[in-house]
């Protein structure tokens, strides 16, 4: 009876983990990106967004690293998170390993972890030569800390490094975003 309860136990808290993995309303900008809109939609979705608590802005800013692009599209900022849409290129044909899941977001004085199961997509891991990969990369504010969303001018992303396996090679990625 005690192994019943306790495989039903672990099944429930496994069903309440995989619950949390909410989808992002944040676009990649990525060939990808299912969550893309059209037309009237995209126009909305490229100017700024705001009210109370989060703010939406299409960020623009890309950077090339190892034969990888980066390129971050948009950025959503609330009072207790921040996502980041994302795509990758590798250009290269060699296989980069990249973990920007992995990083984490300075604001001011603040740290922010990447939350592994908090985003979407796939933009973490091995990257083949050739490949294109774009997804959401979810920041979580400490706990017992708010983001003053009006407040944040720039934020810095350290996303952890590229690892070439071919040439061994290996460069810190770190990208500022303006906020618009």
Same mark, same amino acid.
């Given at each position: 009876?005690?192994?019943?309860?306790? *495989? &039903?136990? *672990?099944?429930?808290?496994? *069903?309440? &983990?995989?619950?949390?993995?909410?989808?992002?309303? &944040?676009? $990649?900008?990525?060939?990808?990106?299912? !969550?893309?809109?059209?037309?009237?939609?995209?126009?909305?979705?490229?100017?700024?967004?705001?009210?109370?608590?989060?703010?939406?802005?299409?960020?623009?800013?890309?950077?090339?690293?190892?034969?990888?692009?980066?390129?971050?599209? !948009?950025?959503?900022?609330? !009072?207790?998170?921040?996502?980041?849409?994302?795509?990758?290129?590798? $250009? $290269?044909?060699?296989?980069?390993?990249?973990? +920007?899941?992995?990083?984490?977001? =300075? =604001?001011?004085?603040?740290?922010?972890?990447?939350?592994?199961?908090?985003?979407?997509?796939?933009v973490s891991g091995d990257i083949n030569g050739g490949v294109k990969m774009d997804g959401v990369i979810v920041y979580d504010v400490p706990e017992a800390n708010t983001l003053d969303v009006k407040g944040v001018k720039e934020i810095k992303l350290d996303m952890g490094e590229i690892f070439n396996?071919?040439?061994?090679?290996?460069?810190?990625?770190?990208?500022?975003? +303006? *906020?618009?």
């Open positions: 009876m005690k192994k019943l309860l306790s *495989v &039903v136990g *672990v099944g429930l808290l496994a *069903v309440g &983990v995989l619950a949390g993995c909410g989808e992002t309303d &944040v676009a $990649t900008g990525g060939s990808n990106n299912t !969550e893309k809109a059209s037309g009237k939609e995209q126009d909305k979705k490229a100017s700024t967004k705001k009210d109370d608590a989060s703010k939406t802005f299409n960020a623009n800013v890309s950077k090339e690293m190892l034969g990888l692009k980066i390129n971050i599209a !948009e950025v959503k900022l609330s !009072e207790d998170k921040i996502q980041v849409g994302l795509n990758l290129e590798n $250009t $290269t044909q060699d296989k980069l390993s990249f973990f +920007p899941d992995q990083g984490n977001a =300075i =604001i001011g004085d603040m740290q922010l972890s990447a939350s592994l199961f908090g985003g979407s997509g796939n396996d071919k040439t061994m090679a290996s460069k810190t990625v770190t990208v500022t975003i +303006p *906020v618009k």
